[in-house]
């Protein structure tokens, strides 16, 4: 049994498989988000459907959190 490591998929990993130790894979993780309160008002469609609109440069931080690169190198 294979997960992210995070606590939703831990959790939901010993639910399925009770009294087995899930495999953690930290690369499945998705990426993460910033607050979003701190993103302007004006930019906030912007950040969620400009996004993965185009290619996006690798140092693009999505929602103002983590970028596609930081993502990768965990």
Known sequence: MITSGL???VE???LV????APEE???LRELEGGRLGDL???ELEQAFVGFFKDVVPED?????GE????????
């Open 7 to 9: 606590p939703r998929t």
């Open 12 to 14: 939901t990993a010993e």
């Open 17 to 20: 498989a009770a009294g087995r």
């Open 25 to 27: 894979w930290p690369e």
């Open 40 to 42: 302007p008002e004006d």
């Open 60 to 64: 693009t931080p999505f929602l103002g």
């Open 67 to 74: 970028t596609g690169s930081s993502a990768r190198s965990t």
